[in-house]
């Protein structure tokens, strides 16, 4: 297993400002995840980010909008840039492990944009 | 297109047994999974099936058919801790994990 945490747990923002969300997990691991998940929906893959290499964007989804940064195999940044009310979410980092590769997240970053 | 259909929602009682259905069409197929979600917090990972048959893990088991695109959660002796969303996902060919919109179960007493 992993254990993740992430920071902040919840913000409040004012539109046309950006937060950096924070991910550190306990271990090395070659692929962090990051998905948005909208209040009784299902999760949204943002994008995968490698150590060493541009992250993967999803459909949909920008690098000049949400800005990813993976500096080692232990921790990685999720930017929500420009923020529209649109963008109020809860956002999730995970990583795989494990024999089959099953993914842990961390407890999430509620977004409110007003 | 990739899709994976779940229930919506399910309401069963304390102490009985539901079975949560999920039926998918993917690209290729590498696995699937069942993570529990409860209100304001993070999914955690219930059980993976590959291939066909029942996996049982305490009072949750997980069946999968590969042939008929289909899977199940069944919860045993079911407690209001239980009450959670049930998130099916399925590993396609490429590996991406694709995911299902998910069962919110509420148990009665």
């Known amino acids: 297993s992993a254990v993740i945490s992430q920071k902040p747990s919840r913000d409040i923002c004012q539109r046309g400002t950006s937060l950096t969300i924070q991910c550190q997990v306990d271990?090395?691991?070659?692929?962090m995840f990051w998905y948005r998940q909208q209040p009784g929906q299902s999760l949204t893959l943002i994008a995968t980010a490698n150590q060493g290499s541009e992250a993967t964007y999803e459909s949909g989804f920008v690098i000049d909008k949400f800005p990813i940064s993976r500096p080692n195999l232990t921790f990685s940044t999720l930017t929500v840039s420009n923020m529209s009310p649109e963008d109020s979410s809860i956002y999730l980092c995970?990583?795989?492990?494990?024999?089959?590769?099953?993914?842990?997240f961390g407890p999430g970053t509620r977004l409110t944009v007003t | 297109g990739q899709n994976i259909d779940q229930p919506t929602e399910m309401t069963a009682t304390e102490g009985a047994i539901v079975q949560i259905n999920c039926t998918y069409q993917?690209?290729?197929?590498?696995?699937l999974f069942w993570y529990q979600q409860h209100a304001g917090e993070a999914p955690t990972f219930l059980s993976y099936n590959v291939l066909d048959g029942l996996e049982e893990k305490g009072r949750f088991s997980s069946f999968l058919s590969r042939s008929k695109g289909y899977s199940y959660l069944l919860l045993k002796e079911l407690q209001m801790k239980d009450s959670a969303s049930y998130l099916c996902?399925?590993?396609?060919?490429?590996?991406?994990?694709?995911w299902g919109a998910g069962t919110k179960l509420i148990i009665k007493p």
């Open positions: 271990s090395q691991v070659t692929m």
């Open positions: 996902a399925v590993r396609d060919g490429n590996y991406q994990l694709i």
């Open positions: 993917t690209s290729g197929f590498n696995g």
């Open positions: 995970s990583v795989g492990v494990g024999e089959v590769y099953e993914q842990y």
